[in-house]
């Protein structure tokens, strides 16, 4: 959704406040696409602290299904955003990227919630996510979840370093 920022930026010290339903069904990112359910809508702050200067304040909270990192059962995962933004409407796209300035949701004079919020998921995203504090994971041979119990696989991993001296003992048999 375009928000049309020309009412703040019209007075100094103006403030305007909005709540906006955002369109975000699923994130999408080098990691996969995830489903997305909207848990509050995104409420939005925007002030005008003069000299050409926004202040975008915000907060949402979202809800996904993540899988676990370790045996990769389906976690649902709560990711609340908060949103606090200093934006210069004087500089242009080309000084934005002189300045390492990453506001690719301001086009113009118009606000994108949608490239706004999904920005700040991509910085909220969890590093890590697990089922339970103690997952103990999959067999590495033959893909059983530990969490239901052993599988009977041979887990003793020799030292790699000692590969070679295995291969001579291997091979006199």
Do not use: H
Not at 58 to 83: H, Q, W
Not at 97 to 106: A, N, R, W, Y
Not at 142 to 163: H, I, Q, S, Y
């Amino acid at each position: 959704m375009l928000i049309n920022l020309t009412d703040v930026l019209s007075c100094e010290e103006k403030v305007v406040k909005r709540t906006v339903e955002t369109e975000l069904k699923s994130f999408t990112a080098d990691l996969g696409s995830f489903p997305l359910s909207e848990e509050k809508p995104l409420e939005l702050t925007l002030t005008n602290l003069g000299d050409d200067k926004l202040l975008i304040e915000g907060s949402a909270e979202f809800r996904t299904v993540i899988p676990c990192d370790r045996c990769l059962a389906d976690v649902e995962v709560r990711i609340p955003l908060s949103i606090s933004r200093e934006v210069d409407m004087k500089q242009t796209a080309e000084g934005r990227i002189e300045d390492l300035d990453e506001t690719d949701f301001i086009i113009g004079y118009n606000l994108d919630t949608e490239k706004l919020v999904y920005g700040e998921l991509l910085v909220n995203w969890p590093m890590k996510t697990l089922c339970r504090e103690d997952c103990k994971g999959i067999c590495r041979k033959c893909g059983k979840d530990l969490n239901e119990g052993p599988c009977g696989c041979d887990t003793v991993e020799l030292d790699p370093r000692m590969a070679v001296i295995a291969e001579i003992f291997k091979n006199s048999n």
